[in-house]
């Protein structure tokens, strides 16, 4: 499992998309924003939250389609699927090497991109705690919807229509952890709730991965 | 006609929009279902020949 | 004789064969009388005018909507369970309808809401839960026109169709939260059943029967095209081997 999970880590930097396109990719739709609504400081200001939080959403949605499809691909996923340890940890295992590589650079990066979008002070600790509880939910979902299409040609679209409606419990609740925080609110209550939904997630997703990769497997 | 009052119109459109979709659906599953049929009698005078 | 025999196909299709024509006529004959009834022999309501009507057509899309997409849930879980091939077409047929339930639903609410509300769209808990609802119902029939071999077909959607329903749920309680965040207070329920007097409610009631007959029907019908496509298929695939 620990040699998976390597494996994965060094594909993810040698194939050189891993680290650095999430993160480039996180940048342009911050940067892009300010100039379709303005770059006032009021108006940026109280949309930051949302925007932070939508644009980690979809810098996560870019790289789930290689999750499985290179291991399907060139047959390896077959040989894990009969290796000594279970499918279930292979796929938690493949989310944690995704969170690796775009959940954990995206909730470090995501203060300084507050800066661009006037995020008020308040606001950059439940930023970073609710990214950091959040982003781990985004990608297990994502494994699973990538196991889902995984035998599937042209799944990336398809990828992104199953997945996103998944997100929408982790966004609110996230979004509204910063929201909170930001206007000096109670922030646990949102942050507390999208933890109980991620410990969920990671707990039982793994399980209808490993059930989904089967079938596309057989 | 009843007399609808001043919200005649969107008290209509609702209605039509609606019996139109209904009848959409309707219409879809009738065509699809006569077209499986006869795909599938074609296919099994075919096969019993 | 156990329920369980109506999965041998066969079966089935006799079955239905019988069931079908009167579901459709009993759905024509209450769809009718409902509509009819509410549209032209009920008062207006003193408070929201003629547009009371609506209702006749948006509560029942709405229950359907939902319990549409529980019926697909339950018939993916016995196709999982228990592998008939029946069950899982059934979910497969009900999709469509039951989208065209929360298209209805969506429409005939923004259609209210305009002259109500004074607004097409409000980002009020219940209308958005159904705007999800819609996204769910798209993610699933893309799922199974996108794979081509019918039994994994089945099996993701079914997978797809579990883990959505929990999704589809928590979604449900985020919005709320979402939306009182928001706006507290502003009650935008149409959930007046319990002071709706008997005038709405008998009219009401027929149409309720008449959406489920006609879902029923519609089921039914779309599970047989389903089960006699994948008959067609099957003698293809053998005069291909042959």
């Not at chain 1, 938690?92 to 995704?98: D, E, F, R, S, Y």
């Not at chain 1, 209550?189 to 596309?216: Q, S």
């Not at chain 3, 006529?25 to 209450?30: E, I, Q």
Request: with cysteine; glycine share 10%; charged share 15%.
């Amino acid at each position: 499992m620990r040699g998976l999970l390597i494996r994965d880590l060094r594909l993810a930097i040698r194939a050189g998309g891993g680290f650095g396109l999430a993160l480039a990719f996180f940048l342009i739709v911050v940067i892009l924003v300010p100039f379709g609504v303005g770059p006032s400081a009021n108006v940026l200001a109280p949309i930051a939250p949302g925007i932070l939080w939508l644009g980690a959403l979809l810098a996560c949605l870019l790289s789930l389609d290689r999750i499985f499809a290179t291991d399907f691909e060139d047959g390896s996923l077959e040989f894990l699927a009969t290796a000594p340890v279970p499918l279930e940890g292979v796929v938690a295992v493949k989310a944690l090497a995704h969170w690796l590589t775009t959940g954990l650079p995206l909730t470090l990066a995501a203060p300084v991109f507050g800066i661009f979008l006037n995020l008020p002070g308040g606001g950059y600790g439940w930023l970073v705690a609710s990214l950091a509880l959040g982003t781990p939910a985004l990608s297990m979902i994502g494994a699973f919807g990538a196991a889902l299409t995984v035998g599937l040609k042209r799944g990336g679209l398809l990828l992104s229509l199953l997945v996103l409606p998944l997100y929408i419990p982790t966004l609110i609740f996230g979004a509204d952890t910063v929201r909170r925080g930001v206007e000096g609110l109670d922030a646990g209550t949102p942050l507390i709730l999208m933890a109980g939904i991620t410990f969920g997630t990671l707990a039982l997703l793994p399980f209808a991965g490993a059930a989904a990769l089967r079938v596309n497997l057989r | 006609m009843p007399d609808l009052g001043r919200y005649a119109l969107e008290v209509s459109l609702a209605y039509g929009v609606s019996l139109l979709l209904l009848v959409g659906i309707v219409a879809v599953s009738v065509a699809q279902s006569r077209r499986t049929k006869r795909l599938l009698d074609e296919a099994e005078a075919r096969w019993k020949k | 004789m156990s329920f369980w025999e109506y999965a041998n196909p066969r079966r089935f299709m006799a079955f239905t064969d019988r069931v079908m024509g009167p579901a459709f006529v009993l759905a024509a004959v209450a769809l009718s009388v409902g509509l009819v009834w509410g549209f032209f022999f009920t008062p207006d309501d003193f408070r929201q005018g003629s547009t009371v009507k609506i209702i006749y057509l948006h509560v029942p899309s709405a229950f359907m909507a939902i319990n549409i997409w529980v019926m697909m849930l339950v018939t993916s879980l016995i196709w999982l369970i228990r592998r008939h091939h029946v069950s899982a077409l059934a979910a497969k047929a009900a999709a469509p309808v039951g989208v065209t339930m929360t298209l209805i639903a969506l429409m005939t609410g923004a259609i209210w809401g305009q002259p109500m509300w004074g607004t097409f769209w409000a980002w009020d808990p219940r209308l958005t839960s159904f705007l999800i609802l819609f996204l769910f119902y798209l993610g699933y029939m893309a799922l199974w026109s996108a794979i081509e071999d019918p039994d994994t077909a089945a099996d993701l959607t079914s997978v797809l169709c579990l883990v959505g329903s929990v999704f589809a749920f928590l979604s449900r309680y985020a919005v709320n939260f979402w939306n009182q965040g928001l706006h507290q207070g502003a009650s935008l329920s149409m959930d007046a059943e319990e002071n709706i007097s008997d005038v709405f409610w008998f009219p009401l009631l027929v149409c309720l029967a008449g959406f489920f007959f006609l879902f029923l029907a519609l089921v039914l019908l779309r599970t047989r095209t389903e089960i006699r496509k994948r008959r067609a298929h099957a003698i293809t695939l053998r005069e291909r081997a042959a």
